[in-house]
């Protein structure tokens, strides 16, 4: 399989590499020989594979083939390149474009960038006759990103542009709450809960319906549930807003779940802040959902959760999710990964994604 490379966000920690490779997992693409470098995903999967990326994605942006990695010296990444058959990506009378990019200030001391990107466009043209350089509208764009003391060279397959995401921030939509999850991060839960077009994703805090509008830009039938009826008419301006339709909006008690069956589910249960919780504990409402999720959930299914962490009264700060760890077992389900995301001084998310195991 062709080596891959994909340029990630350097926001919220560990999400980017997890939705990336969640995605290829819902999709049905195999992948293997997976390495992390500082917002540098790398592994092999089938080339078909980066076309679902940029339509899914909320943290990546930029997809390449991958031609080579070397140490970020000059010499090393010489000598690298000349082992390249650029000839291979680059085709007589095609024009291209060296770029590279620097993940923050690794080799700041060995490499200029724009020497490098002079220094390696002469190479390419030396190995690739009857090729030129263009500098504003190539054919081709060689792409490289300087990481961990790495350089990584690949042929640029698809740019991702974030400002979607931005046009769809809480204070953007008309209906707002304070408690509102942004929208790159309800796209990630999304992903990290295997849903896919026309499968049945649900939301049984749906909120500002933030997930619901992220689950159905992707293809998802979304149904969400909010025992606040504003909260529901709010979902429904947002929506529509956005000129698009829920497979279902409902007043309903997420405990007490309407539904008899669901493909995944995403949510974010009130904290009790700024939104209510029910008169319960936001520890109850999360086992309360679990309970009534593992009913509608099939085997090897999965909910993505976000579950508060904050400290104490005395300092001390515990998680949620080892917590009810043995309540998680008893309802069969298996917690596979868990995220954390800072969100303020007292308050930091842990994205926690669980699969139904039995």
Not at 75 to 80: H, Q, V
Not at 336 to 341: D, F, K, R
Request: net charge positive; hydrophobic share 40%; aromatic share 6%.
């Amino acid at each position: 399989m062709p080596k891959l490379f994909f340029l990630l966000s350097g926001e919220n920690g560990t999400l980017p590499a997890s939705e990336i490779k969640a995605i290829l997992e819902a999709e049905g693409y195999a992948y293997c020989n997976v390495c992390e470098f500082d917002q540098i995903l790398r592994l092999e999967a089938p080339l078909e594979s980066v076309k679902v990326v940029p339509v899914r994605s909320a943290y990546t942006r930029v997809c390449a083939q991958e031609l080579m990695v070397s140490n970020a010296t000059y010499k090393d990444i010489a000598d690298a390149a000349a082992k390249v058959d650029f000839t291979q990506v680059i085709q007589p009378g095609e024009s291209f474009v060296v770029r590279i990019n620097r993940i923050k200030n690794y080799a700041d001391a060995e490499i200029n960038t724009m020497t490098l990107e002079i220094k390696l466009g002469g190479q390419i043209l030396r190995q690739t006759p009857g090729a030129k350089v263009n500098l504003k509208n190539p054919d081709k764009t060689i792409i490289g990103i300087i990481t961990n003391n790495q350089l990584i060279i690949g042929l640029k397959l698809t740019d991702i542009t974030s400002k979607t995401f931005s046009e769809r921030r809480p204070r953007k939509k008309p209906f707002f709450h304070p408690s509102a999850m942004p929208s790159k991060m309800a796209r990630c839960m999304v992903n990290l809960a295997h849903a896919k077009a026309e499968s049945v994703l649900l939301d049984p805090f749906c909120g500002t319906g933030t997930s619901l509008i992220e689950a159905t830009f992707i293809g998802c039938r979304a149904v969400g549930i909010d025992a606040q009826r504003r909260m529901v008419a709010g979902t429904k301006k947002n929506l529509e807003h956005f000129g698009i339709r829920a497979e279902g909006l409902l007043h309903a008690d997420s405990r007490r779940i309407p539904l008899w069956k669901v493909d995944a589910i995403v949510t974010d249960p009130p904290y009790g802040r700024s939104s209510s919780t029910l008169k319960s504990t936001t520890k109850q409402l999360v086992k309360d959902v679990l309970a009534a999720s593992a009913v509608l959930l099939g085997v090897g299914q999965r909910i993505c959760i976000a579950m508060p962490i904050s400290p104490d009264s005395a300092g001390k700060v515990t998680r949620m999710s080892d917590e009810i760890s043995v309540f998680v077992g008893e309802l069969g389900f298996v917690a596979l990964e868990s995220h954390q995301v800072y969100i303020h001084a007292t308050l930091t998310r842990e994205i926690v994604v669980y699969e139904r195991r039995r």
